[in-house]
């Protein structure tokens, strides 16, 4: 597959693979996911509203975000308005 990783492989493959044995290429393309995503977060702090795929990405990365109140509305913003499994990447939280 070479060096480039979609958001949702690289995050397929962090979930499944021992720390150490995570691709670096995978690593750094949920990096500038989690950055983008929280970019556009913080653009329109009130407003925006993740998509599965970005959810799945914050979720991920959720620990960055435990003191944030912008975070929290964000997470409850997507569930305020996703349709579909509510299983999506594990709990609702």
Do not use: C
């Amino acid at each position: 597959m070479g060096s480039q990783f979609t958001m949702q492989r690289a995050l397929e493959l962090v979930r499944n693979s021992e720390s150490e044995s995570v691709p670096p290429a995978a690593n750094a393309t949920l990096e500038k996911a989690i950055r983008d995503i929280w970019n556009r977060i913080q653009a329109n702090p009130d407003r925006y509203v993740m998509t599965k795929d970005e959810f799945a990405v914050f979720n991920y990365h959720r620990s960055r975000f435990n003191d944030s109140d912008v975070a929290r509305r964000a997470v409850s913003r997507f569930w305020d308005h996703f349709k579909g499994d509510a299983s999506v990447d594990g709990l609702r939280s």
